[in-house]
């Protein structure tokens, strides 16, 4: 499965964004779809993800309320509706596909996920 994320860009405070996350080589429709943040400096972490299962969503405090993690599975793509975005959601954004049944303690495992996109730079200026 080879992911690649699109959309990234540079958006004022309070702002919104969609990123956009194509896969190809494989139908992802049964998979488990992530996304994951990095900032400069920091660790990488999760931000969202939707069960390939039932669809059922999970989202880091951070972004609660605000970010929306959604699937078109004719299309094989993931979308992650970014509003009201604040500085601190600065960072390279990165989707990930794995082959399980996220629950909320395991949704952010990164070492669960087997396939990475190669990130999408999200900049939002104060």
């Known amino acids: 499965v080879q992911l690649q994320a699109f959309a990234g860009g540079l958006v004022q405070a309070g702002g919104s964004l969609r990123l956009s996350c194509v896969a190809s080589?494989?139908?992802?429709?049964?998979?488990?779809m992530a996304w994951f943040r990095q900032a400069p400096g920091k660790e990488r972490e999760f931000v969202a993800t939707?069960?390939?299962?039932?669809?059922?969503?999970y989202y880091a405090d951070s972004v609660k309320g605000r970010f929306t993690s959604s699937r078109d599975n004719a299309r094989n793509t993931v979308y992650l509706q970014m509003n009201r975005l604040n500085p601190e959601d600065t960072a390279v954004y990165y989707c990930?596909?794995?082959?399980?049944?996220?629950?909320?303690?395991?949704?952010?495992?990164?070492?669960?996920?087997?396939?990475w996109g190669q990130g999408t730079l999200v900049t939002v200026s104060s």
């Open positions: 990930a596909a794995g082959w399980f049944t996220p629950e909320e303690r395991t949704a952010g495992s990164k070492d669960r996920y087997d396939y």
């Open positions: 080589g494989r139908t992802v429709s049964s998979y488990n």
């Open positions: 939707i069960s390939g299962l039932d669809g059922r969503r």
